[in-house]
């Protein structure tokens, strides 16, 4: 297969990937690199991507580091629902403005609350602190109202 996503399923840009493709029906290889075992920071890896993050698409010698530029990129070479990019200009372009800003907002407020609620306990062996996950779920409430 000449479609590989580097992924760890720990990571939310790498979750909306795999779900992008499957619900898209778009054959991929799974290759995971698991995050909490340091994979990322392998030579190997580092060739495949210098900034050690996941996702990454590989694609014949195609190589893509960022999961927007991967939707868009995929959804030109793969019959995509409208539902997920559209095909009109205008519709597409208030997607990209969505992708852009959530980065910063919707992801950031959400993986927030995800990191306070289940990340500290169960990997640091800390009390959630509400004091930050209220700012955090307040923060994503507003987002949402956007």
């Known amino acids: 297969m000449s ?3 580097y992924y ?3 990571s939310q ?3 909306a990937m ?3 493709m499957k619900m898209n029906n778009i054959p991929f290889e799974s290759r995971l690199v698991a995050l909490r075992k340091g994979e990322h920071f392998t030579p190997e890896f580092t060739k495949l ?3 050690q993050k996941v996702p990454v698409l590989e694609h014949n010698d195609f190589v893509l580091t960022e999961s927007i530029a991967m ?3 995929l959804a030109r070479e793969y019959p995509i629902q409208d539902k997920w990019y559209p095909k009109d200009s205008k519709a597409q372009a208030k997607v990209d403005e969505y992708l852009e800003w959530q980065h910063l907002n919707t992801r950031l407020f959400g993986s927030m609350i995800f990191r306070q609620r ?3 306990p169960m990997l640091q062996q800390k009390p959630v602190d509400d004091v930050k996950l209220e700012f955090y779920k307040n923060g994503f409430l507003k987002v949402l109202k956007r």
């Open 3 to 5: 479609l590989r996503l």
């Open 8 to 10: 760890d399923l720990m």
């Open 13 to 15: 840009p790498c979750r």
């Open 18 to 20: 795999v779900i992008f």
């Open 49 to 51: 991507n210098p900034f």
């Open 71 to 73: 939707i868009r990129y």
């Open 118 to 120: 289940v990340i500290v």
